[in-house]
């Protein structure tokens, strides 16, 4: 059973950095595109940022783009979101998840990420 674990959660201040991470475990990592999403209170999951299983096509949401880079490490069955410039419009629930083909399939349960002003 293909099991995804988050680390955090994380507090800082505005225009600070955190990066996130998430181990796979259970499953062949490189067989996984691998992403990150999250979700505010009061608001639907969104997308962030995406990574083919390879690592070299990467995709991001605009409102991350140029502050947000998505990398993995198949040696070590992991994949980071490295988070810069945080805007307290970044406070959400952080999700890794995995997918073989078009759907994603695999989520890990999540990791509070909190940008206080």
């Known amino acids: 059973q293909v099991q995804l674990q988050e680390s955090g959660p994380g507090l800082v201040n505005a225009s600070q950095t955190l990066s996130l991470t998430c181990t796979v475990s259970?499953?062949?990592?490189?067989?996984?595109?691998m992403g990150w999403f999250r979700q505010a209170p009061g608001k639907d999951r969104e997308f962030v940022a995406r990574?083919?299983?390879?690592?070299?096509?990467?995709s991001y949401a605009g409102s991350v783009k140029g502050r947000f880079t998505i990398s993995r490490d198949n040696a070590k069955n992991t994949v980071y979101l490295q988070m810069n410039s945080l805007k307290p419009e970044d406070t959400a629930v952080y999700y890794c998840?995995?997918?073989?083909?078009?759907?994603?399939?695999?989520w890990g349960q999540g990791t509070q990420v909190t940008v206080s002003s």
């Open positions: 259970g499953g062949t990592f490189t067989n996984y595109g």
């Open positions: 998840a995995a997918r073989p083909g078009i759907e994603w399939l695999h």
């Open positions: 990574i083919s299983s390879s690592g070299v096509a990467t």
